[in-house]
């Protein structure tokens, strides 16, 4: 079982990589660390997966029975 030492540290190390992504700002006042979730980087992303989900939606061309040419 993990201790709540090495579940902070490694929480912190998420928290790190989203605040590189630009995703997480984080402001420290004393020991206590405040986080904001800033949605707008994801927003290139969800037009990327928006315009490839209709390929995936579709269904695969259907074969033709009988022999391949």
């Not at 902070?8 to 006042?29: C, D, N, S, W, Y």
């Not at 405040?34 to 061309?61: I, K, S, T, V």
Request: aromatic residues 8%; positive net charge; hydrophobic residues 35%.
């Amino acid at each position: 079982m993990r201790t709540r030492e090495s579940a902070l540290h490694a929480l912190g190390g998420h928290i790190k990589m989203l605040e590189r992504a630009g995703m997480v700002r984080r402001t420290v006042v004393g020991h206590t660390h405040l986080c904001r979730l800033d949605p707008r980087p994801m927003h290139a992303g969800l037009e990327w997966l928006r315009f490839y989900e209709r390929f995936w939606n579709q269904r695969p061309p259907q074969r033709k029975k009988g022999r391949m040419r």
